[in-house]
């Protein structure tokens, strides 16, 4: 699903809309002509949810889960599943491209700086993972019933923050690893435990106490937390919402302090 091997055009002069936008529009048709990225990121999160929804038992209610069904569970896993597709297997691979083949170098001559590209495609997967957000909860509630958010204005900062991180994240990712092959190889280890951590085998909900209070201290597992828990209709604790924006916070600085140009 990466898109490595995709090589803009040359950098857009800039315009009355600006450098940025016009990188953006730029960045944006080509983005969308990467069918494998565009189905990972907005097709596959609901395709296994509703593979999941189709296993008659996870459509029962569960009064170990509070009365809820575990298909209930796995919407707001889904919805951290597409950001994960966006944020650490898309963008890195892609980032890590342009600056291999030196086009971010030979961008930095230009009135268009490099950081306008990255700018274009934190923006672009962080929109496609929202998109897919959006999806998710629509066939959920359509296919299986899954009640919308009870808590949207919770949900919807949880969602944020979890967007701002994988994005981070995925620039983490991107500035430590020199090649796309590294780039790949590191993404895809950290791609496997952030989607564990998320709860996509086992709900973060059913976990064993132990492991649960070991995974609530990741992204992902916080993050699973906040949805989970806005989605019920009560606001997130916010000790889940300091973890998400700790970690943030920690990998946006790390990826500005080492990521490179050329």
Known sequence: MATANTVPAQAPRATSAGPMLSVLRSEARLFLREPGSMFWILAFPTVLMTILGLIPSFREHDDALGGRRVIDLYVPVAVLLAMIMAGLQAMPPVLTGYRERGILRRMSTTPVR????????????????????L?????GRIAFGVRLPGQPFGYLLGLLLAVACVLALGALVCAVSRTTKISAAVGSVVFFVMMFTAGVWVPVQTMPDALRRIVQVTPFGAASQVLDRAATGAWPSWAYLGVVALWTVLAAVAAIRTFRWE
Request: proline share 4%.
């Open 114 to 133: 490099p950081s306008a590209l990255l700018g274009a495609q934190i923006v672009l997967h962080g929109a496609a993972a929202l998109g897919s957000t």
């Open 135 to 139: 999806l998710v909860t629509a066939v």
